[in-house]
């Protein structure tokens, strides 16, 4: 992972991701998971990545967990990730009649 820091440079910041991303490619592109879209990470991002990298923003932990998992089965779908995602956006309040969800992934 990479993170942007305050102290940090935007033209570093891109330099220090597109190298992370080629080592990372294996040749099939890479996702790039990022929490917000108009934050600075994608606005240092998106002017470096190529055809073959896809990023997807509004991640959640649940989306991590799929990504990581389905890299190791070389099997990672962008539409399963987004399912994922959303599925893992519950709402509980104990005055509800349903119980919460037992699992996230399905």
Same mark, same amino acid.
Request: include cysteine.
């Given at each position: 992972?990479?993170?942007?820091? +305050?102290?940090?440079?935007?033209? !570093?910041?891109? %330099?220090?991701?597109?190298?992370?991303?080629?080592?990372?490619?294996?040749?099939?592109?890479?996702?790039?998971? #990022?929490?917000?879209?108009?934050?600075?990470?994608?606005q240092?991002?998106? +002017?470096?990545?190529?055809?073959?990298?896809?990023?997807?923003s509004?991640?959640?932990? +649940?989306?991590?967990?799929?990504? #990581?998992?389905?890299? @190791? !089965?070389?099997?990672?779908?962008?539409e !399963? #990730?987004?399912?994922?995602? %959303?599925?893992?956006? @519950?709402?509980?309040?104990?005055?509800?009649? %349903? !119980? +919460?969800?037992?699992?996230?992934?399905?």
């Amino acid at each position: 992972y990479e993170c942007f820091m +305050p102290e940090d440079n935007i033209k !570093e910041f891109q %330099k220090r991701i597109i190298d992370k991303v080629n080592n990372l490619d294996t040749g099939d592109g890479v996702i790039i998971l #990022l929490d917000i879209f108009g934050g600075t990470p994608a606005q240092a991002l998106i +002017p470096c990545i190529n055809g073959k990298n896809l990023i997807l923003s509004g991640m959640n932990f +649940p989306m991590t967990i799929q990504a #990581l998992t389905s890299r @190791q !089965e070389h099997i990672v779908s962008k539409e !399963e #990730l987004i399912s994922c995602g %959303k599925t893992a956006i @519950q709402s509980y309040e104990p005055n509800d009649e %349903k !119980e +919460p969800e037992d699992s996230f992934f399905g």
